[in-house]
């Protein structure tokens, strides 16, 4: 009883944390791009603990290669990119075109839209 209740009271807290720290407006689109960032959470958190992949916070801003304590590919240590809503939409479209020879194992998403909510997701993620 006791516990059930704490439950639904914990529930609740979270739903409504969620819904403050989101506008109505773009709330459609962070939710569709969460959804899609699950293709890239088997590599990737949204913190800064590294997996696979490079942990992605504060990605949108961030230079290339610049997650401590990853170890990133001779392609990636060249790259020199800062990544900005631009160069991520053009990444995840095609990773190998934007960094030729990198070793994240990851065809890239075809659809604009999916690129567009995934990219308003991840500027949530700081
Ligand atoms: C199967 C594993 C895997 C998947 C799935 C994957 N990635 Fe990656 N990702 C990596 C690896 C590994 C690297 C580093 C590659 C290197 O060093 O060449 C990387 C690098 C990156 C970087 C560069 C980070 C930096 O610090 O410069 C970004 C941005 C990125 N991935 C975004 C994504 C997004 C967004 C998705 C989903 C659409 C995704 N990745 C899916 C493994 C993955």
Redesign the pocket.
């Known amino acids: 009883m006791e516990y059930s209740r704490r439950a639904a009271l914990a529930a609740a807290l979270t739903l409504s944390g969620l819904s403050l720290s989101l506008t109505p407006a773009m709330a459609q689109d962070v939710n569709a791009g969460k959804q899609?960032?699950a293709?890239?959470a088997?590599?990737?958190t949204a913190t800064a603990v590294n997996g696979?992949?490079?942990g992605?916070l504060g990605?949108v801003g961030?230079?290339?290669?610049?997650?401590p304590g990853?170890?990133?590919?001779p392609?990636?240590k060249r790259?020199n990119?800062t990544?900005d809503e631009k160069s991520?939409d053009a990444?995840?479209a095609d990773?190998q075109k934007v960094?030729p020879?990198?070793?994240?194992?990851?065809s890239?998403?075809a659809d604009a839209k999916q690129r567009a909510d995934?990219i308003a997701y991840?500027k949530t993620v700081k």
């Open positions: 899609v960032f293709q890239c088997a590599c990737h696979v992949g490079p992605l990605i961030r230079k290339s290669a610049a997650s990853f170890r990133y590919s392609a990636f790259a990119l990544w991520l990444y995840v990773p960094v020879g990198n070793l994240m194992p990851f890239g998403i995934l991840l």
